[in-house]
């Protein structure tokens, strides 16, 4: 039984391709957090743990272009119209990868984990899953991936196979948008994390201020 997946066989992908509504309508990836864009800090933490990069932008695409750059980092449009929402951009991921397995995150995640890849493979190898994302649990609580309890379930951290990517056309095309609804199609495995800190989300203008000046 193989018991990791090389990085070779990992390409990343940063989705960049929303609205950025809960900042104002501004382009999330390209605000500036200690200098450097937000999509810049996830695709350092992704580079060593991938063997290919590309990130899922809609709009300012050849400052994305220039961003991934220095990693070969392609930039994907979805090929749905009007911001779908994550799957669409994972969607593209999935089309255009040249390897059986892509990592996601979100690009307002800065603080990602160095064994993001290396843990989600640990888990899809050893269950022989489809999907593997992540949860994080409390001090007090079990890992049950329900964010009502005591546990968060961060559906867009993900490894996925690619070759689901016909499966997930076909889900889109049905007008379906929702992950877990996708994810439950498959069988995919949670995988918990201790530092919740490492998925925090940056959500707005506010927040990324006071980030900035920590």
């Not at 911001?83 to 800065?110: E, N, R, V």
Request: charged fraction near 15%.
């Amino acid at each position: 039984m193989v018991s990791a997946l090389p990085t070779a066989d990992i390409t990343g992908l940063v989705l960049a391709g929303g609205r950025g509504q809960r900042m104002g309508g501004a382009d999330k990836g390209l605000q500036l957090l200690h200098g450097q864009p937000l999509a810049a800090h996830v695709l350092a933490r992704l580079a060593p743990q991938a063997g290919a990069l590309a990130i899922s932008a809609n709009r300012h695409r050849d400052v994305y272009a220039a961003l991934g750059a220095p990693w070969h980092a392609a930039v994907l449009a979805d090929t749905l119209p009007d911001f779908p929402g994550p799957l669409a951009g994972l969607l593209a991921g999935l089309q255009a990868a040249k390897t059986p397995w892509l990592l996601t995150a979100p690009c307002d995640s800065p603080w990602l984990p160095a064994d993001l890849a290396a843990r989600l493979a640990a888990a899809v190898l050893a269950q022989d899953a489809d999907i593997a994302t992540v949860v994080t649990t409390n001090a007090t609580g079990n890992s049950t991936g329900d964010s009502a309890g005591n546990s968060t379930l961060h559906p867009v951290f993900a490894l996925v196979r690619t070759s689901l990517a016909d499966d997930l056309a076909a889900f889109l095309g049905a007008g379906e948008r929702k992950v877990r609804a996708w994810y439950a199609r498959h069988k995919t495995v949670e995988v918990n994390f201790a530092d919740e800190r490492a998925f925090y989300n940056i959500n707005s203008l506010q927040e990324l201020a006071d980030f900035d000046r920590a």
